[in-house]
């Protein structure tokens, strides 16, 4: 974590229980962290169009929400990160947790028929996220709140694999890329918290653009809003496939991967 020692600017003396290691008000008055910032930008512009596009395709409101829970997400980070005070805090965290329960319900019941909703996953997911949001709000205790999304995440990553493995083994790609995208950016989150003095004393001797390059921080946006993107295509190709669709990864400018439905002919 940050040291103590860090400039004022437009929103005051931090509120947050976290502050990163970012140095503060150093870009710019009005931004605290200013890569961290603007690096959420990747978690808010791309699932927004992904939703668009799943509306258009026909599919379930969950991968909606899926992708509207994850911009949600990169818009309280922004504000998080913006202002460093704790009510834009919560405004990040607590819909990590929301999201990520929307993830885990599409993931669970991939295949069940069409517009059928399961009842008992959602209340259980529904307690577990009013569970934490009621303890988080009353113990604000970071750890709390990374151990309950790390037991989401952890979820997720076993019934992937167990997909990947007994279902539809050819999608083991785009399941193992999302995983691995993911996990180096919790990486990178690692050592930005534990080597935060080091990374700010190299900091000082680089060149500003170069410097940005080590805010491991926004690296961590970066490269888990690219993972959590990839994971919703994942659980779409899972879903449209169960459904006889015809799924199709394209490629938006040729270089943004999106997952175009067709639905299967009949004759």
């Known amino acids: 974590m940050a040291p103590s020692a860090d400039r004022l600017g437009y929103w005051g003396r931090p509120t947050s229980t976290l502050d990163w290691c970012e140095e503060n008000y150093v870009v710019s008055f009005y931004i605290a962290e200013?890569?961290?910032?603007?690096?959420n930008l990747i978690m808010i512009l791309p699932p927004i169009y992904g939703a668009i596009?799943?509306?258009k395709d026909g599919l379930e409101f969950r991968y909606v929400y899926s992708?509207?829970?994850?911009a949600a997400v990169g818009i309280g980070s922004w504000c998080f990160h913006m202002t460093l005070q704790y009510e834009m805090q919560l405004l990040d965290e607590l819909p990590m947790i929301y999201s990520t329960c929307v993830f885990v319900y599409c993931l669970?019941?991939?295949?069940?028929?069409?517009?059928?909703l399961g009842l008992f996953p959602i209340t259980l997911l529904f307690i577990f996220s009013v569970s934490v949001s009621v303890v988080y709000l009353q113990w604000k205790e970071p750890?709390?709140?990374?151990?309950?999304?790390?037991?989401?995440?952890?979820?997720?990553?076993?019934?992937?694999?167990?997909i990947v493995t007994w279902v539809y083994p050819w999608l083991k790609p785009m399941c193992y890329i999302?995983?691995?995208?993911?996990?180096?950016?919790f990486l990178l989150w690692n050592i930005d918290n534990l080597a935060c003095d080091s990374l700010r004393s190299t900091r000082q001797r680089l060149p500003p653009v170069v410097g940005a390059v080590t805010q491991f921080h926004a690296w961590w946006h970066i490269l888990t809003g690219l993972g959590s993107y990839l994971h919703i295509l994942f659980s779409l190709q899972i879903r449209s496939t169960f459904l006889k669709h015809r799924p199709k990864v394209k490629f938006?400018?040729?270089?943004?991967?999106?997952?175009h439905i067709e639905a299967q002919k009949t004759s």
């Open 53 to 55: 596009q799943t509306y």
């Open 143 to 162: 750890v709390f709140h990374q151990v309950m999304y790390g037991a989401l995440v952890a979820c997720l990553v076993m019934r992937s694999i167990f």
């Open 178 to 185: 999302s995983l691995s995208v993911f996990l180096l950016g």
């Open 252 to 259: 938006l400018c040729g270089v943004w991967p999106m997952l």
């Open 67 to 70: 992708f509207l829970g994850l």
């Open 108 to 116: 669970y019941e991939c295949f069940k028929q069409k517009n059928t």
């Open 34 to 39: 200013f890569w961290n910032t603007v690096s």
